[in-house]
């Protein structure tokens, strides 16, 4: 499956994905083509609609304690309901869809997750840190909510100017 990483201010981004009711072929086929897409993009989360597949799948791979990421470590989670969070935190995120800004975000630090695996079974998730951050981005996702979204209104106007200023060079480099 050829999927691409659509960045804001696209649309589609604001979507809120589908619950997933057939485990089958098609939705294997999504899984296995968003793992390359986000490994070669340098990303630890990748959420469906973050290309263009407005499902409720997401998957994560967060680095090891030597900073790398193994195939070993990928969380494949469909259909997540954040059942429970606890606690508060500060990191600075960054989204694929959002390239080259990073904020600060408030989060809770802890939280426990239902989902599905690929095969339809029901698991629970106990995670903290920054699995518990990262799940909470791409739930976000899901609902259609990016990490921009919980800006202070002063800082979002900042983000927006600086963000279409850096697009606008993009465009001119490639002419
Ligand atoms: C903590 C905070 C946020 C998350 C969500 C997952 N976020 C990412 O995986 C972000 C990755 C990212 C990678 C970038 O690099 C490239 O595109 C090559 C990037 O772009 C630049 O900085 C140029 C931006 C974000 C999980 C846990
Ligand atoms: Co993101």
């Not at 899984?31 to 959420?47: C, E, K, R």
């Not at 694929?96 to 630090?109: G, H, K, Q």
Request: hydrophobic share 35%.
């Amino acid at each position: 499956m050829k999927l691409s990483i659509v960045e804001y201010p696209n649309k589609k981004l604001k979507e809120k994905s589908k619950l997933v009711e057939k485990f089958d072929k098609e939705l294997h086929d999504l899984l296995d083509s968003m793992y390359p897409i986000m490994m070669n993009t340098n990303g630890i989360g990748l959420a469906a609609i973050q290309v263009s597949h407005a499902k409720q799948v997401l998957i994560l791979n967060l680095p090891d304690e030597n900073d790398e990421q193994s195939e070993e470590n990928l969380i494949e989670m469909i259909n997540p309901v954040i059942t429970s969070m606890d606690g508060e935190t500060t990191y600075q995120e960054g989204c694929l869809s959002v390239p080259t800004f990073y904020e600060d975000i408030n989060r809770a630090e802890s939280l426990s997750v239902n989902y599905q695996d690929r095969d339809g079974n029901t698991k629970t998730l106990e995670a903290n840190g920054l699995l518990s951050i990262a799940i909470q981005h791409e739930v976000d996702h899901l609902n259609g909510i990016l990490f921009i979204d919980k800006l202070t209104s002063s800082r979002r106007r900042k983000f927006e100017k600086e963000y279409k200023k850096m697009q606008k060079e993009k465009k001119n480099s490639k002419k």
